[in-house]
């Protein structure tokens, strides 16, 4: 599944400071971190997807015991 569409491509021509800008579309610049990841809950069904729970997430990354 890609990443967020294509939203998230790096265009290795540009300088690097150029290439942090994550696009939520063509002409968009993301406004923050919460719209990129409402795009992406968006598109998960698309991929046959879902957003991990805390519980899943945890179990998929190496993430300390919930306190």
């Given at each position: 599944m890609p990443r967020c569409g294509r939203s998230?491509?790096?265009?290795?021509?540009?300088?690097?400071?150029?290439?942090?800008n994550?696009?939520?579309?063509r002409d968009r610049l993301a406004p923050s971190n919460a719209a990129l990841v409402r795009r992406?809950?968006?598109l998960c069904p698309e991929h046959g997807r879902h957003p991990a729970a805390v519980a899943e997430a945890r179990a998929l990354l190496p993430l300390p015991a919930a306190a």
């Open positions: 998230t491509t790096i265009d290795e021509t540009q300088p690097p400071s150029h290439r942090l994550v696009r939520l579309d992406i809950v968006a």
